[in-house]
């Protein structure tokens, strides 16, 4: 069965330094999500993107952070300049389509601690 | 805004006996809904949705949920518990308003036990 995959597991950072997360969506899929769980508290939407460009974000998705395609494989978020309150658990996600056919699919998650 | 509320933070249950997890949601237009399940140091996944149609929905696992318009509700469901049931579960709710976007709005989550 097809799934999102991410990587690394584990990320661990000092503050103010840039951090990269990868996933690769299933392939088929064209909708692709970050959302974040800040441990023991529930899971946040970071961010949605479709056709090479951001189509929702929310509050926390600030200057700070930015997402890629770089491939037809890939998508990627960054961080620019990390702080302590980033660290959390990052899951990446795709759907296949929007509305009816929103069912997204999370990858493991990337567990990012910041220093 | 749409917001969803698990009022329990743990459900404990003996094996074989029947297990709800309580999920209420607030949205503008019509809702999506979704429940995920995530076990330790797993991903969140796919256990089932309600869309449109039955409002009793079936999905993995043999859980199920009733969606209750009036009751902005949409509980989770199983006969018959297991101990492999035993899982963080999370409702979440997306706007079924025409342009509406598609994020996600998750639950606290709800802790299930199985015990023996």
């Known amino acids: 069965e097809p799934e999102v995959t991410q990587t690394p597991s584990h990320q661990v950072t000092q503050m103010g330094q840039e951090v990269i997360l990868r996933c690769v969506p299933i392939?088929?899929?064209?909708?692709f999500y970050w959302y974040r769980q800040i441990l023991g508290q529930k899971v946040e939407f970071l961010v949605s993107?479709?056709?090479?460009?951001?189509?929702?974000k929310s509050e926390i998705f600030d200057d700070q952070f930015s997402v890629e395609r770089p491939d037809g494989s890939n998508f990627t978020l960054k961080i620019r300049s990390t702080k302590l309150e980033d660290s959390a658990m990052y899951f990446c996600?795709?759907?296949?389509?929007?509305?009816?056919?929103?069912?997204?699919?999370f990858g493991p998650g990337t567990r990012l601690t910041v220093l | 805004a749409q917001s969803v509320a698990q009022p329990e933070d743990q459900v404990n249950v003996a094996e074989g006996n029947p297990l709800t997890v309580k999920c209420t949601y607030s949205?503008?237009?019509?809702?999506?809904l979704f429940w995920y399940v995530q076990y330790p140091n797993r991903g969140l996944q796919f256990l089932l949705k309600?869309?449109?149609?039955?409002?009793l929905v079936k999905g993995s696992y043999g859980f199920e949920a009733e969606f209750n318009k009036s009751q902005t509700s949409f509980h989770l469901k199983k006969p018959s518990a297991l101990v492999s049931d035993s899982a963080l579960y999370f409702c979440?709710?997306?706007?079924?308003?025409?342009?509406?976007?598609?994020?996600?709005?998750f639950g606290t989550g709800t802790q299930l036990k199985v015990e023996l």
């Open positions: 993107f479709y056709n090479n460009e951001i189509s929702e």
């Open positions: 996600a795709s759907s296949i389509g929007q509305g009816k056919y929103n069912e997204q699919f």
């Open positions: 979440a709710v997306r706007d079924g308003l025409t342009g509406g976007g598609n994020k996600l709005t």
């Open positions: 949205v503008s237009g019509n809702p999506y």
């Open positions: 392939s088929n899929h064209l909708y």
């Open positions: 309600y869309i449109t149609g039955d409002n």
